[in-house]
Nanobody, 126 residues
Framework: DVQLQASGGGLVHAGGSLRLSCAASGFIFEHYAIGWFRQAPGKEREGVSSISNSDGSTYYGDSVKGRFTISSDNAKNTVYLQMNSLKPEDTAVYYC???????????????????WGQGTLVTVSS
C-alpha cells in the first residue's frame, strides 16, 4: 500500500523556521514526484512546492519562493520542506502528495496527484 507520512509541523513565531518531512513507502520513490500543498481555513488548497525524484527538478509557488526549499533523500524515501522566514500567512495544514512522474504535467496542481498523506499543522504567530 502507498503511504505518505507527513510530520514536522508546529507553532513558530514569525521569522522562524520549520522543516517538514514526508516519509513515503509502497512505490518506487525515484519514479515519483512528491508535492507539498497547504490549506488554510476557508481557503482553497494551494500548491507550495514539488520535486521530481526522477530528474531532481523543483517547483515553488510564488508565495514561498526564496523562503522554502524542497529536497529529497532517495535513500530514506523522504522529502523535506525547509521553511524559513515564516509569516503568519503561512499558517495552514500542510499535506504531501505523490504522483508518478510520467503522469504529471503541472507539478503544483493538486488534482494531478494520486496519493495523499495526512496533514501536519503549521501555525505561525505574529
Amino acid at each position: 500500500d502507498v503511504q505518505l507520512q507527513a510530520s514536522g509541523g508546529g507553532l513558530v513565531h514569525a521569522g522562524g523556521s520549520l522543516r517538514l518531512s514526508c516519509a513515503a513507502s509502497g512505490f518506487i520513490f525515484e519514479h515519483y514526484a512528491i508535492g507539498w500543498f497547504r490549506q488554510a481555513p476557508g481557503k482553497e488548497r494551494e500548491g507550495v512546492s514539488s520535486i521530481s525524484n526522477s530528474d531532481g527538478s523543483t517547483y515553488y509557488g510564488d508565495s514561498v519562493k526564496g523562503r522554502f526549499t524542497i529536497s529529497s533523500d532517495n535513500a530514506k524515501n523522504t522529502v523535506y520542506l525547509q521553511m524559513n522566514s515564516l509569516k503568519p500567512e503561512d499558517t495552514a495544514v500542510y499535506y504531501c502528495a505523490a504522483v508518478d512522474d510520467d503522469d504529471v504535467d503541472y507539478y503544483l496542481q493538486s488534482y494531478q496527484y494520486d496519493y495523499w498523506g495526512q496533514g501536519t499543522l503549521v501555525t505561525v504567530s505574529s
